[in-house]
């Protein structure tokens, strides 16, 4: 019903920059936060940035002063820009969407099937 379509990631040198696009759809009502995540093998997800409905932002202490996070509400669409990239940053980073698909209805959680970033010289 709802779906999340990351785009955006790929390869590049340390020092390097990319901006990952996460572009939700469906029957939606309203989106509150949208988060990235980033998975790297054989670590566990790690929560990366945060932006509210209404624009208010949280960095990760790792990606803080390098990311920034931002999105556009009439197209349900959330970004990242990574600058100053690192070998430390590789690894699959996933959109996630709180969903209402109802007025007044709980929240529901969606997540995008991830995207590719690999940071090496």
């Known amino acids: 019903q709802v779906q999340l379509v990351e785009s955006g990631g790929g390869s590049v040198q340390p020092g390097g920059s990319l901006r990952l696009s996460c572009a939700a759809s469906?029957?939606?009502?309203?989106?509150?936060?949208m988060n990235w995540y980033r998975q790297a093998p054989g670590k566990q997800r790690e929560l990366v940035a945060v932006i509210t409905s209404g624009g208010s932002t949280n960095y990760a202490d790792l990606v803080k002063g390098r990311f920034t996070i931002s999105r556009e509400n009439a197209k349900n669409t959330v970004y990242l820009q990574m600058n100053s990239l690192k070998s430390e940053d590789t690894g699959v980073y996933y959109c996630?969407?709180?969903?209402?698909?109802?007025?007044?209805?709980?929240?529901?959680?969606?997540w995008g099937q991830g995207t590719q970033v690999t940071v090496s010289s």
């Open positions: 469906g029957s939606i009502f309203s989106i509150n936060a």
């Open positions: 996630r969407a709180e969903v209402r698909l109802h007025s007044a209805s709980p929240i529901i959680a969606y």
